[in-house]
């Protein structure tokens, strides 16, 4: 696991460190089923100063009640059935919680479950989910999608059970091959209900994932535009109509989304924070910083302390 300073399990923090289980740092179940949300102190990751910041692929269900929480800038609200796929390198910030909310959730860092995939089916599958990252179950799915984790909880939580490695990444290739099905079925199901995706709304969309991608060492619109094939005032006409802001606004949002994680984690001082946002200068950063969150940013990591 890398020394980030997001809080790279922020959603499955909710759970009581009973009910999370990790196999070889590098697969990770967490519930809290049947254990009220109300008993669980969650204060320190619904703040909008507490991002996240995904280093594994990340599923998790909701299986009761309801959640507000954001992925790489877009706002989501969730109910029973509902899924979230965050993808390596998401960032998310989670808003509300109800307090009869009980989720599930998988997380893994190895893409040898991916590995029997179907080529075509992988591409389609990452591009959803990187223009959105909720789909919906069907009662039946989220009934699989529980039997399927409790299988691999079991096996994970098994001292004596010497296949583990085998059982495991069967239990994972069968629910991968489910997952591809809900997959194909929703899709089909939201191309029926929907219009096909605009080439603005493709383009909004491709933005923003360079954005997700690059932030930490471009902030230059030209960069985005020459990587869309397109030009720079092209580009933010179409964002701004989709989005309502300039490209370089939505830039600056991930950039100080961003920084505020790292100067919050109080590993860095301000003038390595700017290095890793690749400014040429603390000076640069801080005129950058101030103009966006209305304080500098050693002012912020004061503030933090009261």
């Not at 320190?44 to 959640?67: N, T």
């Amino acid at each position: 696991m890398s020394d980030s300073p997001f809080k790279v399990f922020s959603i499955v923090n909710l759970g009581p460190i009973d009910r999370m289980l990790s196999y070889n740092d590098s697969l990770f179940l967490v519930d809290n089923m049947g254990i009220p949300m109300s008993s669980i102190d969650i204060t320190e990751y619904s703040s909008s100063d507490s991002p996240f910041k995904s280093e594994y692929f990340i599923a998790m269900l909701l299986v009761r009640g309801e959640m507000e929480l954001s992925v790489n800038m877009f706002d989501y609200q969730l109910g029973p059935g509902d899924v979230v796929v965050a993808l390596p390198g998401s960032l998310g910030m989670l808003n509300k919680v109800s307090c009869d909310a009980e989720i599930v959730m998988l997380a893994f860092s190895d893409d040898k479950y991916f590995e029997q995939m179907q080529p075509e089916y992988s591409v389609s599958f990452q591009k959803y989910f990187n223009e959105s990252a909720v789909m919906h179950l069907s009662a039946k799915s989220v009934d699989y999608f529980l039997r399927a984790y409790n299988l691999i909880r079991d096996d994970v939580s098994d001292p004596d059970f010497q296949f583990k490695d085998e059982a495991i990444f069967g239990h994972m290739q069968v629910l991968i091959s489910h997952a591809c099905q809900w997959f194909y079925s929703y899709s089909r199901s939201a191309s029926k209900q929907e219009e096909e995706v605009s080439r603005s709304g493709s383009i909004y969309m491709q933005f923003v994932k360079l954005v997700t991608q690059h932030h930490s060492k471009e902030r230059s619109v030209a960069f985005y535009a020459e990587n869309l094939h397109l030009s720079p005032k092209y580009m933010s006409q179409v964002i701004f109509k989709m989005s309502g802001k300039y490209p370089l606004e939505i830039i600056r949002d991930f950039v100080i989304f961003e920084a505020k994680a790292l100067l919050r984690s109080r590993r860095y001082t301000v003038n390595q924070v700017a290095d890793l946002l690749n400014f040429s200068n603390a000076s640069f950063f801080g005129k950058y910083f101030r103009q966006a969150v209305g304080c500098t940013p050693r002012q912020y990591m004061l503030d933090l302390r009261d």
